[in-house]
């Protein structure tokens, strides 16, 4: 089999998991246990106003029928309207997925870009003090929650330095933004030459990717680590150290070597990042679809979650399909069939 047809084949494993997790979110929200209409309402709404507010939203038909009607509109790319914004859903995070993006690459890039080496190098030497070390800063970025790591990261580099600026969204609120040409602030600042909206775009970015570096860094280290001592201490390597090649030409076999399992392991981390990320979306007030989210769940906004659920899946599938064809790309032993 072809690489086409191995990148055919996987795209239609995508469709039966698509449509579980809309079966699977349509019900889990309605079984959360929150009204919408109560919240609509208000305290003050008389039954027939329940009653009016209840068929608007199509509440009073069976259960099946409503899941029928969402899968249809979820067809032709219609996820309802926000039922406090009043809103597309769509619109909403086809906006927001912009900006957690710009998060998510900095954060991910940056803590990979750490994670990976610092974990080799402490599998090269293991026990020492490098790998000691490593251990416990990994060990440390385990523990940390990420909502009071994002809040100590304000009180120290804004309250009491005055390094950073307060976490009050992506920008000043005393510069206007740069014109919208790829949805990132920083990036569309210095296209556009608008340098004090870069400095200022830069200096609200800081912190949050700072944050989520750490977060994504400490599990990289640690895997990282594990997967290479595994790696060196396979027959391979072995034999190449006893045939005397050169300690930066075994380095490199088991770089190789632990390739695949790694990148696979950061496609992993990166689709469980993005829940995590809206804990610090939320504490930077960053405005992105993880706080987007969040706030959804808490005020009960079903026709929010349903879109940010099935967003955050179909991301979850397209970053495993990437890395699917990744694998298949520098890894010749793999099986296209």
């Keep these: 089999m072809n690489f086409s047809h191995f990148i055919f084949r996987r795209t239609l494993m995508v469709i039966p998991l698509l449509v579980g997790v809309v079966f699977l979110t349509f019900m889990l929200v309605r079984v ?10 208000g305290p003050t709404a008389t039954a027939e106003e329940f009653k009016m507010i209840r068929e608007e ?9 409503q899941f029928v009607i969402y899968a249809q509109n979820v067809i032709r790319g219609d996820l309802g309207e ?57 060990l440390l970025g385990f523990s940390i929650p990420t909502y009071w790591l994002g809040l100590v990261m304000l009180f ?31 990036i569309d600042s210095l296209l556009t030459a608008d340098w004090r909206a870069a400095h200022s775009a830069l200096a609200h970015l800081i912190l949050p990717v700072i944050c989520l570096a750490i977060v994504s860094a400490a599990p990289i280290i640690k895997q990282t680590r594990a997967i290479a001592l595994e790696v060196i201490a396979s027959d391979s390597v072995r034999y190449a150290r006893a045939c005397g090649l050169q300690t ?14 790694i990148i696979t392991f950061v496609g992993t981390e990166i689709t469980g990042l993005v829940g995590t990320m809206s804990l610090i979306e939320y504490v930077f007030a960053w405005g992105g679809l993880g706080q987007y989210g969040l706030n959804a769940i808490v005020r009960g906004d079903f026709t929010a979650v349903q879109g940010y659920v099935l ?27």
């Design 82 to 138: 926000s039922w406090l914004s009043n809103r597309p859903v769509l619109d909403d995070i086809m906006a927001r997925s912009l900006i957690s993006l710009e998060l998510l690459f900095w954060g991910i890039g940056i803590g990979t870009l750490i994670g990976v080496p610092m974990g080799l190098r402490a599998a090269f030497r293991p026990n020492g003090r490098f790998d000691q070390t490593t251990r416990i800063l990994s």
């Design 57 to 65: 939203l199509g509440l009073d038909q069976p259960l099946w029928k």
């Design 156 to 186: 120290v580099f804004f309250y009491l330095l005055r390094w950073a600026p307060p976490g009050m969204g992506r920008i000043s609120l005393m510069i206007s933004p740069p014109d919208f040409i790829t949805g990132s602030y920083l």
């Design 248 to 261: 930066r030409t075994v380095r490199s076999i088991v770089f190789k070597n632990s390739a695949t399992p």
């Design 32 to 41: 959360g246990g929150l009204d919408p209409v109560g919240l609509l309402a």
């Design 311 to 337: 967003t955050l899946a179909l991301f979850s599938v397209l970053v495993f399909l990437v890395v699917d064809i990744i694998i298949a790309i520098i890894e010749p032993r793999v099986d296209l069939s």
